[in-house]
């Protein structure tokens, strides 16, 4: 976890060490007081620190190496998982995960992007980036849901769709705007939570429904920061700006009418206490879940017409 | 309506070639020939040695197509709004105000309703020279509306894409127009109204995996690039470099995801065609 503190969090850990080093001389000195101190001092200051993340900390912290990726919700969060594999036309895309679970009792087609923790499995899932198959998998469940009538989930966290030789001659464009109109006219209620990054056209994607939710220490947008930088300043330096100009965090989002709810995460991000960001994200699931599920499909997908073609801003 | 009575009468193909004026020669941006403007223009804009179809806008993509004083525009005042108060280099604001100045056009897409070979059709096309043909929250409610007159009209709907992408100074906001007009096909689609989908050089990023990439028939012109990702972010990713022809129309061809390369001097009878056999019972 040593390699995994991020420039703004080392006050934080160095605070931390302090008070880890004191309480191996506890038993000998009566430094108690000493300790609480610094304990409540380390608590203001990660408030101090994590509510005052700047846009480009939000996205380094989205990315956190140690960050709950979607199998880890789903087994923190459903039972029964049944992964479902395969496009039926080429592949099984391991950069994106989906299949029939429960949450609680509710039947739900859970569907995600899947990223890895180290080398081996990054390279085994791609970095979390698909290719075609990888949409075309996802909309086979949603449709195997639409036909049992169970409600959909999906779970973003994609660094982008994968920009490879294959996946331009097996129609990545075409699959992620099949994607797009099917998700807009599915019979069941769909509800997307941005986990992580949600970097354009590879996250929405999977990213069209009822309800979206972000939570709060994650990024969406139309480009990655990075990749702003380099088109428009023609250098990578200019990251931090990008990601300011980008408006690009759940803050943002909610602002601009694109997302219609934050998911709070604990103190410092999801990582630093994963079972209780998965009991918040449950909790919020299951209470857009019942509403939904009471409304007619028909109703379902006009408002999710309805709600898509509100958005963007113009004057006439 | 007022670009459509320019006192320039030999703009259309059909028209009757005129002396030729001095000075007006333009080289091929591919094999450098030099040809005269109005024969260029004659020829849609085709280098009459190479075959080269250079880059032109919706005004010219208008008049190769409709027939004559037909075409009707829509939304022609709608102008981008800056929510997020983007800035790189220079404010979008003013990169937006400049671009209309420079091309007299105040987005990237031109909508309206026009006839082809009689058909009454809904249209969309869109300009590469404002900022890259890309595809901001202008560009999206625009071409929304335009399937909207489509669906409410019960007329078949064309796109004409030229862009690279998604508009980045409208942030997430350019993301959801991806939505939006995907959301507004699958209606047109739920109502068997025809929606044919003309890509030309460049159609790349969010436009082609929305709104291009969805038509009943998808047309493509010679040699246009298509793709999701540019063809340098690829070359990087894998290291190598790219196959020759490769996101070019016919590599699409040949993969499977496009219908018909049809090169611009036919298209407008080809188009008429295909329209005849989808829009029998519409009209």
Redesign the interface.
Known sequence: MVNNILEFEKPVAELEKKIEEMRKFGDSYDIADEINKLEEKVIKLKHNIYDNLTRWQRVQLARHPARPYTLDYIQMICTDFVELHGDRLYKDDKAIVGGFAKIDNQKVMIIGHQKGRDTKSNLYRNFGMPNPEGYRKALRLMKLAEKFNIPVVTLLDTPGAFPGLEAEENGQAEAIARNLLEMSRLKVPIIVTIIGEGASGGALGIGVGDRILMLQNTWYSVISPESCSSILWRSWDYKEQAAESLKLTANDLLEQKIIDRIVPEPLGGAHKDPLYMAETLKKILKEELNKLIKIRPERLVKTRLEKFGSMGVYEE | MSWFKRSKENISPDSIKRELPDGQWVKCVSCSEIIHKSQFEINNWVCTKCDHHSRIGSREYISILFDKNTFREM?K????????K????KNYKDRVETTIKKSGLNDAVKTGTGRIDGKRVAFACMDFKFIGGSM???V??KI?RAIDKAYTSKIPMIIISQSGG???????????????T??????L??NNIPYISILTDPTT??T???????GDVIIAEPNALI????PR??KE??G?D??EG??RSEFLLE???IDLIIPRKELKEKLGSVLEYVSNDLN
Request: glycine share 14%.
């Open positions: 939304d005042k709608m102008k981008s709004g800056d929510p997020l983007f800035s790189d280099t901001g929250a202008v999206g409610e929304a998604a508009r980045m100074m409208e942030g997430a906001f350019s993301l959801m127009q991806m939505a939006k995907s959301a507004r096909l699958a209606r689609a739920d990023g969010g082609t995996a929305s709104y291009a990439m969805l793709g999701f990702a540019g972010v690829i990713t894998i190598k790219l196959p490769f996101q993969h499977g995801f």
